[in-house]
């Protein structure tokens, strides 16, 4: 069996920018039908326009989507963090420090149960439609502990992310470490990466030592990153624009020269919704971001701290209702944004060529995704064109 139409579809979002108008950013088909083939999407278009296939779904009218692409987790880890999570709801305010405790337990776990993790997250993210993730290292801070952080990632997908700059080690002097980071660390890390991060920000790293880890890592062909204005004001969005990175993540505290900078740049703004809503800050102004032209992605930034949420459909619920964007902008942010977010253009929209990651939603329309928060709408997910089990 080499091809597979999926017929019916009430509503295709296709995320196609030859199907897109301005005022529809998803490029949507009604009664629409696909042709899965090799991997890849073969076709796309009317039911009634459809060709011949090895076998057929019928999807009985209802919505398909693209795949979910969360460009920003943190899956390897060990430990629990529910009592720093029920403080903040007690009102402690959060900080970057509390991702020592992970540390600690992380270096602490055998290879066997932080593949196990990550393993199980995986199967929870492709439950809720997400078809392509990003993972990052991080809570090692050791040579050993990262590269080992990486090699487990790299069992689960290609876009690994190398974070030693996550905070400095307890015991450690910052430009010590920052030189470890960029030396011995990433020599042994590379290898398993295929992006750079660091978490500039107060608590963790300024510009300059982000600068200086950012710019050895693009010395042996990684990708920089960063994480950046997520606990106030700071330095980190004006330097990703500087210096052209792929996305910036958070962006919650932003000025308006910031928001220039990432405008004419068109570096991505990466919001984590998940974390605002985990540790009661407020809400990043995707509205703001959007009029002024700048490309968005929504992502989870799944992690034991701020963030342990693994459901991308949660994220774009969020969005809609506390981000000011519209269901259409939230979903194309959550497929297609998260692709440009990783700098892919074979994933996030389903275009002949593009690979074959698709979701069946148990509702008419993607408007459902914010409009049930919290009901479990994906019906059926295809990854590479292998329908998965469950």
Not at 15 to 38: F, K, S, Y
Not at 83 to 104: D, H, K, L, S
Not at 154 to 174: D, K, M, N, Y
Not at 343 to 349: A, Q, V
Request: aromatic share 6%; net charge negative.
């Amino acid at each position: 069996m080499t091809s597979t139409l999926i017929t019916n579809i009430g509503e295709l979002v296709t995320n196609d920018p030859a199907r897109q108008t301005a005022d529809d950013i998803l490029g949507l088909v009604a009664d629409a039908a696909v042709v899965l083939e090799h991997g890849q999407v073969a076709w796309v278009g009317a039911t009634a326009e459809a060709p011949e296939a090895d076998a057929y779904v019928d999807a009985g009218g209802r919505a398909a989507i693209p795949g979910f692409v969360d460009s920003h987790a943190h899956l390897v880890f060990a430990g629990d963090r529910a009592p720093e999570f029920a403080a903040r709801m007690a009102g402690t305010p959060y900080a970057a420090g509390g991702i020592r405790t992970t540390v600690a337990a992380t270096r602490a776990a055998t290879d066997w149960e932080l593949t196990g993790r990550v393993a199980a997250l995986v199967t929870e993210m492709r439950r809720q439609g997400t078809t392509t993730v990003e993972i990052k290292s991080g809570y090692g801070l050791t040579v050993r502990d990262e590269a080992r952080s990486l090699a487990i990632a790299r069992q689960f997908t290609e876009e690994t992310t190398f974070l030693g700059a996550h905070v400095v080690p307890e015991g450690s002097e910052p430009d010590e470490y920052v030189a470890l980071v960029a030396g011995t660390m990433l020599e042994a890390c590379a290898p398993h990466a295929r992006w750079i991060d660091v978490f500039c920000e107060r608590g963790a790293f300024d510009a300059d030592q982000a600068r200086t880890v950012l710019a050895a890592g693009a010395a042996v062909g990684l990708r920089g990153r960063l994480h950046a204005n997520q606990l106030g004001p700071g330095p980190g969005v004006q330097l990703a624009a500087e210096l052209g990175l792929v996305a910036v993540d958070h962006c919650t505290y932003l000025e308006d020269d910031d928001v220039s900078a990432l405008a004419d740049s068109g570096t991505v703004a990466t919001l984590l919704p998940g974390v605002e809503f985990s540790t009661r800050q407020p809400y990043p102004d995707a509205r703001r971001l959007i009029d002024a032209g700048v490309a968005v992605a929504i992502a989870s930034d799944c992690n034991p701290g701020s963030s342990y949420t693994s459901s991308m459909p949660l994220c774009v619920a969020l969005a809609v209702r506390e981000m000011r964007m519209t269901p259409a902008e939230a979903t194309y942010a959550a497929t297609a944004g998260g692709a440009a977010a990783l700098d892919r253009n074979d994933i996030g929209r389903l275009v002949p060529g593009a690979r074959a990651d698709l979701v069946l939603l148990d509702a008419p329309s993607h408007v459902h995704l914010a409009y049930r928060p919290g009901v479990p709408l994906v019906l059926a997910t295809w990854v590479g064109g292998h329908l998965l089990d469950g």
